[in-house]
C-alpha cells in the first residue's frame, strides 16, 4: 500500500464524490452542475482551506471532485465546505451516499472511470470525453497543476490502452443505444416514429443518430439557443420547432428526449394529460436523459404515457455486463499495472529531491574538507590537486553508494516515512536543503 508523508509541504490525492451505484437521481440531480456553471464551480473548489489543485466531474450519472490537498489535513474540509457553501447542500444529506478515496486507490478510481469500468454501461465511450472536458475547464480556471496534469494524462493512456488491447467498446453499446431498446419494447417498430429532441446535448443526439437507424421518420429539435437547434436539424435533415413554442408542438412526437440542463422540471402531468388527448391517446416515449430531470415522474401515471429517467435505464445496461464481464477483466488487469506503474514512478520522482539533498550535502562537506586542507596542500603540483581531487570525489560517491541505494528502495516501495528518515540521517534535515558545513 502507498504510504503518505506528512511532513510539511506533502500532498494527498484525494476523490470524493457520488455515482448511480450508490445514490438515486433524486440525490445525485442535487449535486449536478451544468457545463455553464463547472468553471465557476472548479475555481470555488481550487480555492477552498488546504487544497492546492481541484477538477470536477459532473455527469448525468456521477459528481466527482479529485483534489490535491495538504496532507496534514486528517479529515477533508475543503471538499465538504464546498458542498456545504457552493452547492448548498448538507453533507448529513449525503453521507449515506458518499464515497472517498485517497492516494492508491483515488489513481485506480480514476483509470477505471476513464476507462468506462465503472460506468452503468461498462464500456460506453462518453465518458473518456466528459473526462477530458473536465480537465480541460480545470486547466483554464487554473486549478489543474503539475500533480493532476500527470495524473490526468497518464488516466487517457490508460483509457487508450483498454480500447485498444480489448474488445470492451467492441459494440456501440451507450445509455443512448440503451434507450432505443427500451423504445422499441414500448412501439415495437420504430418504422415512421417522429423523434422531439429537447435540448441539444450530444447524449441527445446520439440517441436519435441511434433511432433513426432503427427506421425512425424525421426529427424536430427544439433548444434555447436557436443556432444550435438549427444545427442539429440541418445534420438529421429534421425541424426546428421554437422554445417557446414547445408545449403547442410536443405532441406531434411519438419520442421525445429531453436532456437540457434546466434547473426545473419542463414537462409535467399536466403537460402529458394535455399531449395525450391531442394525440388521441396514441402513446408518447419520453426519454428523460437530463440530471436534474427535466420530466416530472408523475407523467407516468398518465396513461400512454411512459417515462424512463437515467436509472431507468439501467435495468436494460445490466444485460450488456455478461457479453462484456471477460473483456472488462481483461480491462481491470491492466488497469491494475498501470496504477503500479504510475505509483512507482510518482515514487521515484519523489526521491529526487532527498537524493539532491544528500549529494548536495556531501559535496558541500568535501569542498569545506578541501578548503580546510588548503595550506598543507599547496606545494602539491597540478598532477598530484588533480589526484587528491579525483580521490575525494571517489571517497565521496562510495559513501553515497549505500545511502543512496536505501532511498530509491523506500521510493520504490512508497516508503515516504523511510525517505524521510533518511534524509535526516544523513544531512541532519528533511524535506529541505542543508547549510554546506563552515571551514570553522
Do not use: W
Not at 249 to 255: E, M, P
Amino acid at each position: 500500500m502507498m504510504k503518505t508523508s506528512t511532513a510539511p509541504g506533502s500532498t494527498v490525492v484525494i476523490l470524493l464524490g457520488i455515482n448511480h451505484n450508490t445514490a438515486p437521481i433524486e440525490v445525485r440531480e442535487r449535486l449536478a452542475i451544468s457545463p455553464a456553471r463547472l468553471a465557476d464551480a472548479t475555481r470555488a473548489l481550487a480555492h477552498q482551506p488546504g487544497i492546492r489543485e481541484a477538477l470536477i466531474l459532473s455527469t448525468c450519472n456521477r459528481v466527482e471532485l479529485l483534489t490535491v490537498q495538504d496532507a496534514s489535513q486528517s479529515e477533508n474540509p475543503g471538499t465538504l465546505n464546498f458542498l456545504n457553501e457552493y452547492l448548498s447542500i448538507p453533507v448529513t444529506d449525503l453521507k449515506p451516499h458518499l464515497y472517498e478515496f485517497r492516494e492508491r486507490e483515488a489513481v485506480r478510481h480514476l483509470f477505471r472511470v476513464a476507462s468506462s469500468l465503472d460506468s452503468m454501461v461498462v464500456g460506453e465511450p462518453q465518458i473518456l470525453g466528459q473526462v477530458k472536458e473536465a480537465y480541460t475547464t480545470g486547466r483554464e480556471v487554473g486549478a489543474v497543476a503539475s500533480t493532476l496534469e500527470g495524473l490526468l494524462q497518464r488516466a487517457f493512456t490508460v483509457a487508450k490502452r483498454v480500447r485498444t488491447e480489448t474488445q470492451i467498446g467492441s459494440s456501440s453499446v451507450s445509455i443512448a443505444s440503451v434507450a432505443v431498446d427500451l423504445a422499441r419494447k414500448i412501439f415495437d417498430s420504430l418504422e415512421g416514429k417522429t423523434v422531439l429532441l429537447v435540448g441539444a446535448g450530444k447524449m441527445s443526439e446520439l440517441a436519435a443518430r441511434h433511432l433513426i437507424q432503427q427506421g425512425a421518420a424525421s426529427i424536430l429539435v427544439a433548444n434555447r439557443t436557436q443556432s444550435r437547434a438549427e444545427q442539429i436539424a440541418k445534420d438529421f435533415n429534421g425541424q426546428v420547432i421554437p422554445f417557446d413554442h414547445l408545449y403547442e408542438q410536443a405532441d406531434r412526437a411519438d419520442i421525445v428526449i429531453t436532456s437540457t440542463g434546466a434547473p426545473q422540471k419542463i414537462f409535467g402531468r399536466s403537460h402529458g394529460q394535455h399531449f395525450l388527448q391531442r394525440r388521441r391517446n396514441r402513446p408518447m416515449f419520453f426519454i428523460d436523459i437530463a440530471v436534474p430531470r427535466d420530466v416530472d415522474p408523475g407523467m407516468n401515471d398518465v396513461e400512454g404515457c411512459f417515462v424512463y429517467d437515467i436509472d431507468d435505464l439501467q435495468q436494460v445496461a445490466q444485460a450488456h455486463l455478461a457479453d462484456r464481464s471477460r473483456e472488462a477483466e481483461a480491462a481491470e488487469v491492466i488497469v491494475t499495472g498501470e496504477v503500479d506503474k504510475y505509483l512507482q514512478r510518482l515514487q521515484s520522482l519523489n526521491a529526487v529531491p532527498v537524493i539532491q539533498s544528500l549529494q548536495q550535502y556531501a559535496e558541500a562537506m568535501r569542498q569545506a574538507e578541501l578548503r580546510r586542507s588548503q595550506s598543507r596542500l599547496s606545494t602539491l603540483t597540478p598532477e598530484q590537486r588533480e589526484a587528491v581531487e579525483a580521490l575525494t570525489r571517489s571517497l565521496t560517491a562510495k559513501f553515497l553508494h549505500h545511502p543512496l541505494t536505501g532511498i530509491r528502495e523506500a521510493a520504490r516501495q512508497g516508503d515516504a516515512q523511510t525517505l524521510a528518515e533518511l534524509e535526516r540521517l544523513y544531512t541532519g534535515q528533511s524535506n529541505s536543503k542543508s547549510d554546506p558545513p563552515t571551514d570553522e
